[in-house]
DNA sequence: ACCTGAACACCGTTCAAGT
DNA sequence: ACCTGAACACCGTTCAAGT
């Protein structure tokens, strides 16, 4: 029945995961799915933590490579919410706390550790960093889901804001440059190298 | 009209903002709504900038305190958002263009003017500031609209997590106590803080 | 005891018919 | 020309009835 709901997630995204639309995979009715789950939101659960299961946690912590190891943990979670449009929307909406997540939260834990990062301030980025992963997955997932591409987004940026009146806004008219500029991708290991380096340059929280 | 979707999102929260809710609220049928707006989505992108148009944007960026100014411009937007439950959904699923939203973007962006950031730096900033604020603001909602309390999180996620096996998550299990610490304010200003202190030391995105 | 057909109480959106 | 009642095509969930 999981594979059934991530077969459709797969193919139509987390909108088309309809109790309805699982049900007919199975070639029965909406209501028999109850017997295995309490509602569509615990179905959710389940399939958010299958994928998360599903994502390579990489070689064992290396404290002389715990920062590229980090990054590159991160994008490869990014890869796998990308494969499974907009099931991103699940972990943002409550904490996750299955075993596929667990392992993903435990193995981020260790690579900060193995950075010597104070425990309180690895607890509180990774609820922080998580954030970031989530929404700019679900970012993503909402782009793909309307068939937009980059181009296509930077150009309606550009078209909305010439609506409005430049002089009203100088710091966005003089900045719109930089505001469209780049990739996705760049976009994102920009915002992760800055959170890095705040986690480093930033004392932990007071007890 | 949006006065009557304002009225039902801070009463009852975004899922509750239907065109039958709103056109009840007009004593009138949800067809009439037709008329204003394209649909619901659109209804909802204007009573996002009808909120972001509320906030309060502070005194004028002065460059000794640019960094005060623009954490509590940060707090500022949060609060609107916790007044108005679930509309932090909005911006996290498409780029907000309208004049509200566009208004806080430009003070923010003098802000970081202000406190002399380099122009790139300020432009792929306010995206990630962004997506960290949003995110916050949409998981309180989720959370207030279960009647969740901050205890009562922590309490069900120390829960969840005794049912998995202790000896699989060391470093989940040796960190449970800071996981589960402070409040979500105190959280809120230390990933604030760590963004902003990560943004003063990353190197530019090269152009 | 287990499964499910049919029904209930909702949705967003359309369009023909009314004023 | 403008507005809207009624209908269409969906939802999640429940529960009585079947096996």
Chains 1, 2 share one sequence.
Not at 63 to 78: D, G, K, M, N, S
Not at 175 to 181: D, E, R
Request: avoid cysteine.
């Amino acid at each position: 029945m999981l594979e059934a709901g991530l077969r459709v997630l797969r193919a139509k995204g987390i909108d088309a995961v309809t109790m309805r639309a699982v049900a007919a995979e199975l070639d029965t009715g909406p209501a028999s799915l109850y017997v295995y789950v309490a509602n569509r939101k615990d179905l959710l659960d389940l399939m958010f933590d299958a994928v998360a299961a599903s994502i390579d946690l990489g070689p064992e912590p290396d404290p002389t490579q715990w920062r590229e190891q980090l990054e590159a943990l991160a994008y490869r979670i990014v890869e796998a919410m990308d494969d499974h449009p907009g099931i991103a929307r699940v972990p943002l909406a409550n904490v996750p706390t299955g075993q596929g997540a667990a392992r993903v939260a435990d193995r981020t834990l260790a690579l900060l550790r193995a950075g010597d990062v104070d425990d309180r301030s690895a607890a509180w980025f990774i609820d922080v960093v998580s954030l970031y992963i989530n929404a700019t997955a679900y970012e993503t997932s909402i782009y793909m889901s309307e068939g937009t591409t980059e181009d296509n987004i930077d150009e309606q940026i550009r078209d909305d804001f010439a609506r409005l009146a430049a002089d009203e806004f100088p710091n966005l008219t003089r900045l719109m440059g930089p505001l469209t500029s780049g990739t996705g991708e760049e976009r994102f290991a920009f915002g992760l190298r800055l959170l890095i380096n705040g986690l480093l340059n930033t004392p932990p929280p007071p007890a």
